[in-house]
């Protein structure tokens, strides 16, 4: 599965296996078609156009995809599988409430890795309630996975006695990711990083205001 490099730093060797060539036309396909839904939307956005954009022939993505639909998923599972293994980077060793704040920032961070990443993906949440409803279902899946991350470290903070033990762990987490998904959206409207940047320390700090266990909590 070819994941998004947020920045394009390939580098041309003298000579590359079939594999690698694959791997290197599915990356460039990808940055292309989130540029394009980015700047056009799914509606906005035909194959051809994502194959000329990469450098590739017109034809080259319907071989490869299929479809639009088929696109699309592609690049909603690169987009997730590239955010997974920055998470593994980001999270090793981390756990509970430290774990949920660094989840948080990370979220919000990735205006600052790809506006055309971030873009192109609420473009899909919202093409698959219009558009495109046969992306509904995966859309709704990857939700329940980043929700079900979450909830893990909020258990891992309950059990080590760092967050509260009566809340609600899946109502919590679908209301901060909810929080994250809006303020995500804010800014991809107005544009201002400065406002984006107060808006995640106030997440951060409801988050342990809102969840630590007594003794966790910030002080006024």
Do not use: N
Not at 16 to 28: I, N, P, T, V
Not at 75 to 81: G, M, R
Not at 104 to 114: E, F, I, K, Q
Request: proline residues 2%; glycine residues 8%.
């Amino acid at each position: 599965m070819a994941t998004i490099s947020m920045q394009d730093t390939t580098d041309e060797p003298a000579r590359r296996s079939q594999a690698e060539r694959r791997g290197e036309s599915e990356r460039r396909m990808m940055r292309a078609a989130a540029k394009l839904i980015a700047r056009h939307g799914v509606a906005g956005t035909s194959l051809a156009e994502v194959g000329i954009a990469a450098g590739y022939s017109r034809g080259l993505p319907v071989d490869r995809y299929g479809s639009k639909l088929g696109l699309v998923r592609a690049l909603l599972a690169a987009t997730e599988s590239w955010f997974h293994d920055h998470l593994a980077r980001e999270l090793a060793g981390k756990s509970g409430l430290e774990a949920i704040e660094l989840r948080t920032a990370a979220h919000l961070a990735s205006v600052d890795r790809s506006d055309s990443a971030t873009a192109a993906l609420h473009a899909i949440y919202t093409a698959s309630q219009s558009v495109m409803p046969e992306i509904k279902k995966p859309v709704a899946a990857f939700t329940k996975r980043w929700c079900a991350g979450l909830v893990m470290h909020m258990r891992e903070g309950q059990r080590s006695g760092e967050i509260r033990k009566d809340i609600d762990c899946e109502a919590e987490a679908r209301f901060l990711l909810a929080a994250m998904r809006g303020l995500m959206m804010q800014y991809l409207m107005d544009g201002s990083r400065r406002d984006l940047a107060q808006a995640k320390a106030i997440l951060i700090a409801h988050c342990r205001d809102r969840l630590g266990a007594a003794g966790t909590r910030r002080t006024k």
